[in-house]
Structure formats: structure tokens, C-alpha cells
């Protein structure tokens, strides 16, 4: 498994760190190495072969809880973002909205990114040749 940490949007440089999957390890533990992300695939010459998560900085996203209104299960993907339209800065067309699976209480943890700051990432990943199994805010 890898890990991808950018530590801005701007900048070109990635932390990593390799482990193996069926280890146990502890954050702390966490041996990380900073390289160019355009020469990331020499720094891991296996790359292709690993899942591979990509950590934002977590103040380029932000998360809401939000309660799935009664009778809009079907809908509530496309209702969300006017739902929330009040509680943000930015027009809902410019944002990206993901979710997570709803829990019990029919809340469902939402993560919004601008679209622009999100295509800015997964084009450099691009660039370098790297395809994200997942995109997580720090």
C-alpha cells in the first residue's frame, strides 16, 4: 500500500510511504520520504502495482454531517448540494461533493472540495502517471 501526502496544492513534492498491506503499523511508526511527484515512479519502481491513497490538505476540503431527509433516499445525491447551499461560500455548481455510507440514524458524512482544487490534484497524479485508489482529506 502506498500513501501519497501532499502538504499543498502547489507544490510539487509528495511525502510517501511504502508498507506492506498484511502488516500492522501504527501512524506514528510512519517512515516518510519526500520526493519530486514526477519522480516518484523511480523513488518506487513497483507503483503500478500498489494501492495507492492520496492525502489533500484538509483545509482545502470540507465535511458536513448531514441528515437524509425522510422520503428522498432516491434522490439524495442530487438534493445534497441545495441542502447545503446555505452553509457554503462557494456556488454549489463550482464544488465536488463526496459521501460516505449512511449510518443508522440516516446521517451521511459529506466531504466538499472545490472542482477546481480536485481536478488540480488528479491532473498532476496524471501527469506523474498515478492513478488514486482513493482521495482522502488529512
Do not use: W
Amino acid at each position: 500500500m502506498l500513501t501519497l501526502i501532499f502538504e499543498s496544492a502547489s507544490n510539487e513534492t509528495v511525502l510517501y510511504h511504502l508498507r506492506d498491506k498484511a502488516k500492522s503499523f501504527k501512524t506514528n511508526d510512519l517512515p516518510l520520504k519526500r520526493v519530486a511527484l514526477s519522480e516518484l515512479s523511480s523513488a518506487v519502481p513497483t507503483l503500478d502495482q500498489h494501492e495507492i491513497t492520496v492525502v489533500i490538505p484538509g483545509e482545502q476540503v470540507t465535511t458536513r454531517l448531514v441528515k437524509i431527509p425522510k422520503g428522498s433516499k432516491r434522490h439524495f445525491n442530487k438534493a445534497l448540494p441545495f441542502l447545503l447551499e446555505d452553509e457554503l461560500a462557494t456556488p454549489v455548481e463550482d464544488l465536488h461533493f463526496a459521501l460516505a455510507k449512511p449510518n443508522n440514524e440516516d446521517r451521511v458524512l459529506c466531504a466538499i472540495i472545490e472542482k477546481q482544487v480536485l481536478n488540480n490534484y488528479l491532473e498532476q497524479l496524471a501527469n506523474a502517471g498515478i492513478t488514486a485508489s482513493n482521495l482522502i482529506p488529512d
